[in-house]
């Protein structure tokens, strides 16, 4: 490679031959050498680069300005998910397939819209919402776990998108989100003391102890009593482990009573999950 494709990709990533018309003989040849590979029509970059979701990314909104990046790959951006193996692109008209990427022209409101790295983005809160269509509700608990979006925030984005495919199970998810789960586990949870009718409960409260401050998953406030749901994504690494075990033991000194789930529980022993905490209400 020549020192002025070489700077591009060091600095670019990628080559757009829209904009530099006269290096088109230059990237063709590289090309017969295996050198450089299409990302997008006149867009080109090393197999290397070409395979990093980032560089897609930010070569599909080069090549398209008013492209918004939406789906998995919003929620990678914005709600810290894993990088997509393919790149979901809302665009105005209909474009062909390419490989690494998947287009719709599903155009999302200008108010949920934000622009991250150069990127224009779906915002948390619609993103969230977009995906409770087919991921049960998990870009919400981490919407919610990371505070990037609110209840409010979440209704209005589902108003403003009547008549969309899967807005029926978007609905029956934004309902069950009421109480504001952090992960599956404790919207499962939640789900369950709802259905038992079991009141006076309240979610995600900080506790304040002689030790420190701690978040709660499940506070009975009158009995003096906290549930804790431990989800395989958020307690399954030795930190959380230790942490766990150190909140716990500060709470108890100052007088909670801590009974802790897991997901096996939740799901294959509900009536046990119920009759645990029912026996500590009454004591």
């Keep these: 490679m020549n020192a002025e494709t070489t700077h591009l990709l060091a600095t670019q990533r990628f080559i757009d031959l829209g904009e530099r018309p006269d290096l088109r003989r230059t990237v063709e040849h590289l090309s017969r050498h295996n050198l450089l590979v299409k990302v997008l029509p006149n867009i080109w970059s090393t197999p290397e680069l070409a395979a990093r979701a980032d560089v897609r990314a930010a070569a599909v909104q080069q090549r398209h300005r008013d492209a918004v990046l939406i789906g998995d790959t919003a929620a990678w951006l914005v709600l810290d998910g894993p990088a997509p193996a393919v790149i979901e692109v809302s665009v105005s008209g209909h474009l062909r397939p390419q490989q690494g990427f998947r287009f719709s022209e599903k155009q999302v409101p200008v108010e949920d819209i934000v622009v991250l790295h150069g990127l224009r983005v779906h915002s948390p809160a619609g993103t969230a919402v977009d995906l409770a269509a087919r991921d049960n509700g998990a870009a919400i608990d981490n919407?919610?776990?990371?505070?990037?979006?609110?209840?409010?925030?979440?209704?209005?984005?589902?108003?403003?998108?009547?008549?969309?495919?899967?807005?029926?199970?978007?609905?029956?998810?934004?309902?069950?989100?009421?109480?504001?789960?952090?992960?599956?586990?404790?919207?499962?949870?939640?789900?369950?003391?709802?259905?038992?009718?079991?009141?006076?409960?309240?979610?995600?409260?900080?506790?304040?102890?002689?030790?420190?401050?701690?978040?709660?998953?499940?506070?009975?406030?009158?009995?003096?009593?906290?549930?804790?749901?431990?989800?395989?994504?958020?307690?399954?690494?030795?930190?959380?482990?230790?942490?766990?075990?150190?909140?716990?033991?500060?709470?108890?000194?100052?007088?909670?009573?801590?009974?802790?789930?897991?997901?096996?529980?939740?799901?294959?022993?509900?009536?046990v999950f119920l009759a645990q905490i029912r026996h500590a209400l009454a004591n």
């Design 143 to 271: 919407a919610l776990r990371l505070g990037r979006a609110q209840l409010e925030g979440l209704h209005r984005v589902m108003g403003s998108i009547r008549g969309r495919r899967g807005n029926r199970r978007r609905r029956e998810i934004l309902a069950d989100s009421r109480d504001e789960p952090w992960s599956a586990a404790e919207r499962v949870a939640h789900r369950l003391l709802r259905e038992s009718q079991l009141t006076g409960w309240v979610t995600n409260r900080p506790i304040l102890t002689s030790t420190g401050r701690y978040l709660a998953d499940l506070v009975f406030s009158v009995a003096r009593l906290i549930v804790e749901i431990d989800g395989y994504a958020t307690h399954g690494t030795r930190n959380a482990f230790e942490s766990d075990r150190e909140r716990q033991n500060a709470l108890v000194l100052d007088g909670w009573r801590v009974l802790r789930f897991t997901w096996r529980t939740l799901t294959s022993q509900p009536d």
